[in-house]
């Protein structure tokens, strides 16, 4: 019988045995690794490879504007074509202006989502007044 994937991971945490599919030895698995036809088979990219960090537009906008003016001035070094050495200033600047300009207009968005996530998840008790800690 051939071996599951490893690059197709269970979301049960791992050494637990769930897989989302019980077959016939009672549901138990290998840990960390699916059932056939179990739920785990399905999964999508992006739940195999999670992101590790968010996407950052005005990070991304400043490294296009910082390749651009290598692109142009290694063309330049090379013979292909002409660039005045005054062209690095509009790239580099204009680049960091309209990257700066994207940061703010995505950390305002970003701030807008995480404030209305997190009122719609406070609706219970905090858990300092639950009585499970030491009063002093």
């Known amino acids: 019988m051939p071996r599951p994937d490893p690059a197709v991971r269970s979301s049960a945490p791992a050494g637990s045995g769930a897989s989302g599919a019980s ?19 399905r999964t999508s990219a992006s739940r195999r490879w999670p992101m590790l960090h968010g996407f950052r537009p005005g990070r991304a ?6 390749l651009a003016t290598t692109l142009l001035f290694a063309g330049d ?7 005045p ?9 204009g680049g960091l ?3 700066g300009a994207l940061g703010l207009a995505h ?8 404030a209305s996530s997190a ?4 609706s219970a008790a ?5 009585g499970s800690q030491a009063m002093r």
């Open 77 to 83: 070094a090379a013979g292909s074509w002409s660039t």
């Open 126 to 130: 905090p858990p300092s007044t639950s």
């Open 119 to 122: 009122s719609t998840e406070n």
């Open 107 to 114: 950390y305002g968005l970003r701030r807008r989502r995480l």
């Open 61 to 66: 906008t400043a490294g296009t504007a910082a």
């Open 23 to 41: 077959g016939a030895s009672g549901g138990k698995t290998s840990p960390g690794f699916p059932a056939p036809g179990g739920e785990a088979c």
């Open 97 to 99: 202006a309209v990257a």
């Open 85 to 93: 050495w005054f062209v690095v200033f509009p790239v580099v600047f």
